[in-house]
């Protein structure tokens, strides 16, 4: 397992280039078995999810040809209708094949995903929306198997906006035999860019973007090329990065309007946050203030950002309170943060984080992908060297991470293997 490892205090300066965001990657790769014809997808992010989606979609027997961030996908016919548990208990966006399996081919059995370190995340959602577009869903020895000669267009209601329940949804909904309604529908840029490739195939959706998406289902859909959105997320970590060290950083290829709630909170803390078209720079000039956050559904602050903005927090002068309000147990981070030094108290879903002026470098151990970011945010920082382990979890999503911090002038590497076989790959 490899590790990486920061020697802490430097400030980051310069620029940084984001990848595509995962989070629109998946779900537009899922999306392709909806229709034949040839997709081109472009600007994906070179991360493991991906790569386990690209595994997915050749699994089923679509053919996929993958080279760096292009691929192009053709599913003009299945081979297999079942996304099997060793695929799913690795990356639970694999359920994203539920919807488009069964509106294309009428049938699919899709492991149900377990609980996961942040939560129980549950997909109930999705399939009780499948239910109402008249499949017949059932749990049967680990697996959703559900069916459908066609799919109708229903009324949904989702009790929680669900975003890949959302996403699903809105797949299988493209195919349905009339028109579907999806009232309290996530609003996360992903779904909006999700939506933007399927209209290129010929789906037809209005609404994407809003809480309330509508959907006419169409008999097929056709080919299209499509270049996925920058990754908010990542984009968002670099700037927690730059602004922990007192650095100055721009990170460009981003989309500065997906990005308001952190760059708000970011200025909010003391920092300046400047916008161009695609870019967003951050200087520090000083020790950042705490400020309280609570996640929400976009456009609210994003669960994703909360573990980097908590580490931010740590040496922040003052107090701030955390509240999580989308994941019931998504502060797993804390106990890592406070064997940095941190000054960090957990009631229910709120973290009272008094700043300290300094943490200092220990091992740390990632829990999740999000957590990992925020470790390796709070090791920028830190006073001498901080090893973070279990780095598979960052390697879900973030692409070259180690050596896009490098290029702002950290000094991090990764070290391949467990502890004692280290070679070092990149600095
Ligand atoms: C997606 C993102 C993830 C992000 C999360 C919230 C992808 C691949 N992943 O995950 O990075 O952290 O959105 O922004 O896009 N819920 C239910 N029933 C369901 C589905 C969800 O109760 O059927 C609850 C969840 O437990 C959670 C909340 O809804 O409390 C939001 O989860 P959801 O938006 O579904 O997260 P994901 O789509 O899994």
Redesign the pocket.
């Known amino acids: 397992m490899d590790r990486i490892v920061i020697t802490g205090g430097n400030p980051l300066r310069g620029t940084v280039r984001v990848s595509g965001a995962?989070?629109a990657a998946?779900?537009i790769l899922a999306s392709t078995i909806l229709g034949g014809g040839e997709c081109v997808i472009t600007n994906l992010p070179r991360v493991v999810d991906v790569v386990t989606m690209v595994k997915l979609l050749g699994l089923l027997g679509v053919a996929v040809k993958a080279e760096g961030s292009r691929a192009a996908i053709s599913a003009e016919t299945v081979r297999s209708t079942e996304a099997p548990y060793e695929l799913v208990k690795t990356m639970?966006?694999s359920v994203l094949v539920l919807g488009p399996l069964v509106s294309r081919w009428g049938e699919a059995a899709v492991s149900l995903p377990g609980g996961c370190a942040i939560?129980?995340?549950?997909?109930?959602?999705?399939?009780a929306g499948l239910a109402k577009l008249g499949a017949e869903v059932t749990i049967e020895h680990g697996y959703i198997r559900a069916k459908a000669k066609r799919l109708r267009g229903a009324r949904i209601y989702l009790?929680?906006?669900?975003?890949?329940?959302t996403e699903n949804l809105m797949m299988a909904a493209c195919l349905a035999e009339g028109t579907t309604v999806i009232e309290n529908a996530?609003r996360?840029p992903?779904v909006v860019d999700l939506a933007a490739f399927l209209i290129k195939r010929g789906a037809r959706i209005t609404g994407a973007g809003s809480d309330l998406i509508t959907v006419e289902g169409v008999p097929a859909l056709r080919g299209a090329d499509h270049e996925v959105i920058p990754d908010r997320i990542e984009a968002g970590t670099f700037l927690a990065a730059g602004a922990i060290t007192g650095g100055d950083v721009c990170v460009e290829g981003c989309l500065p309007n997906h990005m308001e709630a952190v760059s708000m909170k970011l200025r909010e803390a003391g920092f300046d946050v400047t916008e161009g078209k695609e870019s967003i720079r951050l200087k520090a000039s000083r020790r950042p203030k705490g400020v309280d956050m609570k996640t929400f559904?976009?456009p609210g602050f994003?669960?994703?950002m909360q573990a980097q903005m908590m580490a931010l927090m740590c040496v922040a002068e003052g107090t701030s309170v955390i509240t999580e309000t989308?994941?019931?147990s998504r502060f797993i981070h804390v106990p890592e943060l406070r064997r940095m030094g941190a000054d960090i108290k957990v009631e229910g879903s709120h973290a009272v984080v008094n700043g300290t002026e300094k943490i200092t470098g220990a091992p740390v151990m990632a829990s999740d992908l999000?957590a990992s970011a925020g470790l390796i945010v709070a090791g920028l920082a830190a006073e001498g060297e901080t090893e973070v382990s279990r780095v598979y979890h960052l390697d879900r999503g973030y692409e070259r991470i180690e050596e896009k911090l490098g290029g702002l002038g950290a000094v991090i590497r990764r070290v391949r293997g467990g502890a004692g076989s280290a070679v070092t790959v990149a600095t």
């Open positions: 995962k989070n998946l779900p639970r966006a939560g129980t995340r549950p997909v109930n959602l999705h399939l009790d929680t906006p669900t975003v890949t329940g996530a996360e992903e559904a976009y994003p669960t994703d989308v994941f019931e999000r």
